[in-house]
């Protein structure tokens, strides 16, 4: 079974940028690959998801043009690039397949974007 481990993400502050990382225990080039977010007290929801050759990306257009997905299936690992971030970024960000294997979901990496 697979296992997706999130990482990268910190505290922060308006403006800012970080650079979350995805990395899968074995071999996912075959899977399209996803982020979500989950804020305090709101339901999980889509950020931005990439194919499996990294041709076709696509955003929520609550981060479009400010966030970038990308992949890199040599290190079966997929990243998530976040500039001018906002303090409404603030959640725990997780990778899954897309669409999701409910068996996938990890412990995410914490974004806290502080103002």
């Known amino acids: 079974q697979v296992q997706l481990v999130e990482s990268g993400g910190e505290l922060v502050q308006v403006g800012g940028s970080l650079r979350l990382s995805c990395a899968a225990s074995e071999r996912i080039s075959e899977h399209a690959l996803a982020w979500w977010r989950q804020a305090p007290g709101k339901e999980r929801e889509f950020v931005a998801v990439i194919n499996w050759r990294g041709s076709i990306r696509d955003y929520a257009d609550s981060v479009k043009g400010r966030f970038t997905i990308s992949r890199d299936n040599a290190k079966n690992t997929a990243f998530l690039q976040m500039d001018s971030l906002k303090p409404e970024d603030t959640a725990v960000y997780l990778c899954?397949?897309?669409?999701?294997?409910?068996?996938?979901w990890g412990q995410g990496t914490q974004v806290t974007v502080s103002s």
């Open positions: 899954n397949t897309y669409p999701a294997n409910a068996t996938l």
